[in-house]
Nanobody, 124 residues
């Protein structure tokens, strides 16, 4: 089992940037792909971005492509989501999750371990 704790959320204005962090403990962090999902009020949880175990593969939702960057530091057992040019529609609770396939898949079914989430609010 792996434990995940997100941090870095907050209230920002449209156009600003935020960097979310996901600190892992427990099983070897480098064994897992890492993904980011988000859930806005009244909406389904949706895939945002993911990165493979080595950092060599990344995937992004079309809505964030070119604005968000997913990265990881296996030595620090931490994954990151750099969010630039934020928009009000990015407002949501953001979750990091561990992907047991290791490849950074977009398929939610592969994500077995989840953090508690961090709120991101973007004002217009």
């Amino acid at each position: 089992q792996i434990q995940l704790v997100e941090s870095g959320g907050g209230l920002v204005q449209a156009g600003d940037s935020l960097r979310l962090s996901c600190a892992a403990s427990g099983r070897p962090f480098s064994a897992f792909g890492m993904g980011w999902f988000r859930q806005a009020p009244g909406k389904e949880r949706e895939f945002v971005a993911a990165i493979g175990w080595s950092g060599g593969i990344t995937n992004y939702a079309d809505s964030v492509k070119g604005r968000f960057t997913c990265s990881r530091d296996n030595a620090k057992n931490t994954a990151y989501l750099q969010m630039n040019s934020l928009k009000p529609e990015d407002t949501a609770v953001y979750y990091c999750a561990a992907d047991i396939t290791g490849i950074g898949t977009t398929s939610r079914i592969a994500y077995k371990y989840w953090g508690q989430g961090t709120q991101v609010t973007v004002s217009s």
